[in-house]
């Protein structure tokens, strides 16, 4: 059954390693977003795309945080130099416009010591 | 010093009540709304969604209700069971496609 997939799980790393997420959204959505979910702030959206084209990035730390779209079925999250305050759940979520429904990957759960 | 998470509201209800869950919105402008249901160690699910031009939406055991005037949802989950138990997020949507979500509400539910 079709659903959005994540990788890695989960990653631990060092803080100023760079850390990369990847997403594959459901084949045929349209739009791809990235929210990361913390105690503190909840669910934020990071960015967000539509036909792999940006949309909205203004939730993203800009000077670390880059989000791209190589292609239709594969979005990146990528965090250089990586932080502590960075580690949090990372999801990525998929629809097809103009639906405002949204499906969600499993998230990626990101510790940075 | 150590930073102290957010404590979400809780609601614990006895398997087999009625719960309700409430959320207030913050943009009138927002034109469609969504309750997600959230289990440890998961993604969001979609649970119902409803426009604004309505009051009213009845789903498989949960319903959701909008009052625009005041800015409020709410969501009633019937004869709520343990599998019940998760965190619900409601989330209004911006032009463009773009979601704002609320701080959540725990469900605990008790056999």
């Known amino acids: 059954d079709a659903r959005v997939t994540q990788t890695p799980r989960h990653k631990v790393t060092e803080m100023g390693q760079e850390v990369t997420m990847r997403c594959q959204p459901i084949l045929g959505h349209n739009t791809v977003f990235w929210y990361r979910q913390t105690m503190m702030q909840g669910l934020e959206l990071l960015a967000y795309?539509?036909?792999?084209?940006?949309?909205?990035d203004s939730g993203m730390p800009k000077d670390r945080f880059s989000a791209e779209m190589p292609d239709a079925t594969l979005a990146t999250l990528k965090i250089q130099p990586s932080e502590p305050r960075d580690s949090a759940v990372y999801f990525c979520?998929?629809?097809?416009?103009?639906?405002?429904?949204?499906?969600f990957g499993p998230g990626t759960r990101l510790t940075v010591l | 010093g150590e930073s102290v998470g957010l404590h979400l509201p809780t609601l614990s209800v006895q398997e087999g009540d009625n719960s309700i869950i409430n959320c207030a919105y913050s943009n009138s402008a927002s034109d469609y709304f969504i309750w997600y249901k959230q289990e440890s160690g998961k993604g969001p699910q979609f649970i119902i969604d409803?426009?604004?031009?309505?009051d009213k939406r009845q789903g498989q055991r949960v319903t959701v209700l909008l009052n625009k005037t005041v800015k409020h949802l709410s969501l009633q989950i019937a004869a709520t069971q343990p599998g019940d138990s998760a965190v619900y997020f409601c989330a209004e949507t911006l032009q463009g496609g773009k979601l704002i979500f609320g701080q959540g509400t725990e469900l605990s539910v008790k056999p």
């Open positions: 979520a998929s629809g097809l416009a103009p639906s405002y429904e949204q499906f």
């Open positions: 795309f539509r036909n792999r084209a940006p949309l909205d």
């Open positions: 409803i426009r604004s031009n309505m």
